[in-house]
């Protein structure tokens, strides 16, 4: 069984940066999708960005291209979500994710890591 635990979450002045984590146990190949997802009070929840986990290939929504970075330790199982000049905006729970190559849906999630910026 997979499982994603994130941390790093904070309260952070606008223009900050922020590190969050997601290590993850129970993957059983190389051929997962890790992705980054949050949601607004009041908001639907949105991609932010996946990487492939082998070969490390990265895609991000529009809204982050630039200021946010989807990075991994290999060894660790662990995959980063570094934000930089981070707005009011983005203001939200994240959440780590995790589904096979193929698959549509993603099947894993982790808890959620609260990140406020202040303005």
């Known amino acids: 069984q997979v499982q994603l635990v994130e941390s790093g979450g904070g309260l952070v002045q606008t223009g900050g940066s922020l590190r969050l984590s997601c290590a993850a146990s129970?993957?059983?190949?190389?051929?997962?999708?890790m992705g980054w997802f949050r949601q607004a009070p009041g908001k639907e929840r949105e991609f932010v960005g996946h990487?492939?986990?082998?070969?490390?290939?990265?895609y991000y929504a529009d809204f982050v291209k630039g200021r946010f970075t989807i990075s991994r330790d290999f060894a660790k199982t662990t995959v980063f979500l570094q934000m930089n000049s981070l707005k009011p905006e983005d203001t939200a729970v994240y959440y780590c994710?995790?589904?096979?190559?193929?698959?549509?849906?993603?099947?894993?999630w982790g808890q959620g890591t609260q990140v406020t910026v202040s303005s």
């Open positions: 129970g993957l059983t190949s190389s051929s997962y999708v």
């Open positions: 990487m492939r986990w082998s070969g490390g290939s990265t």
């Open positions: 994710a995790a589904k096979l190559l193929h698959s549509r849906q993603y099947d894993y």
